[in-house]
């Protein structure tokens, strides 16, 4: 069974094998376990918020 998921590297959409726990994106090639997509994509939602702070500091008032 293949679960859709999104791809950290491209942001299309990429597979989740359920057997294998594999994430597969073959637009751009990404692959990797689960626990290492996990981590990926916590550390993407931190990056994003950074730059969201940052943006936000310059804006003008
Ligand atoms: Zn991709």
Redesign the pocket.
């Known amino acids: 069974m293949v679960l859709e998921a999104k791809?950290?590297?491209?942001?299309?959409r990429?597979e989740m094998d359920v057997d294998t726990q594999e994430i597969n994106?073959?637009?751009?090639?990404?692959h990797a376990q689960y626990d290492e997509y996990l981590e990926i994509m916590k550390g993407r939602a931190e990056v994003m918020a950074d730059d969201f702070l940052a943006t936000s500091d310059k804006k003008p008032f």
């Open positions: 791809c950290p590297e491209c942001s299309r990429a994106c073959r637009f751009c090639g990404f």
